[in-house]
């Protein structure tokens, strides 16, 4: 099954500095209800994988995505931005219609 979600290069470098950090842990990626524009991600590390997760592997990084998340990040792509404003990651979701100003919550189409 394609997941059509991927991981840039950048993403998934910072992902992997963090995962041996931490141990080994993998970013799980989630989107909940909530935030200003009706959606949020939430980003954490997870020893644990579930049984109904979706595994994305890139570049030695390794992310989980429960499959009703999955279903709102179809298409999408996390990437991570270091600039002089501040270091974050990005997900670049073409399902969103509109986000807040904090970019951190998103309204569906």
Do not use: W
């Not at 792509?77 to 073409?94: K, Q």
């Amino acid at each position: 099954m394609s997941t059509a979600f991927r991981l840039t290069d950048s993403a998934a470098a910072r992902v992997t500095e963090i995962s041996q950090a931490e141990g080994g842990a993998a970013l799980r990626i989630a989107v909940l209800a909530g935030g200003c524009s009706g959606f949020q991600y939430k980003f954490e590390l997870d020893q644990t994988r579930q049984e109904d997760d979706v595994v994305i592997e890139h570049a030695g990084a390794t992310v989980y995505i429960d499959p009703v998340s999955l279903d709102l990040l179809q298409g999408s792509e996390l990437d991570y931005t270091d600039a002089l404003i501040g270091s974050h990651f990005v997900v670049r979701n073409p399902q969103a219609a509109s986000s807040c100003g904090c970019g951190s919550s998103f309204a569906l189409a």
